[in-house]
């Protein structure tokens, strides 16, 4: 990925991968340097904020996770990605009471994106709060 960067240094996907292979090496400055150029190259691309903030899930650092989330708000803020990844985040920080505002405003962007719930908690069933939710907001069909 560095050859790529010399090559095209404005292409955030390369700055991307710099990232993440920074990040799987441990090499935590780095691969913060290149999320961060990556996402100022381009502050649209979704993957760029969604694998940084993933990174510092990884990590055990829901905040930093919601900052990034949040920055990328900041210029997609209709994106239901950022919101339900924020509402994950603040279940896991055990922020319930704010994870339920941003997984409404999910909901209601976007509700099929709920699904994405299903990858972090399998056992979303047995989580009634987040289940009667979700459930509140299904599309109702039409005869």
Known sequence: SKKA???SPKNSYY??????NEGKLG???????????????DNYNIDAFVSWSMYYY???NYEKAIEIMEMG???????????????????AARRMKE?????????N??????????E???????????FKIVEQYKPQKEN
């Open 58 to 60: 990884g990590l055990e």
């Open 73 to 91: 708000l900041e210029d997609q803020p209709d994106e239901s990605e950022f919101y339900y990844r924020i509402a994950i985040y603040l279940l």
């Open 5 to 7: 960067i010399k090559l």
């Open 27 to 41: 090499n935590e400055i780095s691969a913060e340097e290149a999320y961060l150029k990556a996402a100022e190259l």
């Open 109 to 118: 962007l976007y509700y099929d994106g709920h699904l994405i719930l299903y």
């Open 120 to 130: 972090f908690f399998t056992d979303l069933a047995t989580q009634k709060t987040i």
């Open 99 to 107: 994870a339920i505002n941003y997984l409404e405003v999910a909901l």
């Open 15 to 20: 700055w991307l991968e710099l990232a993440e």
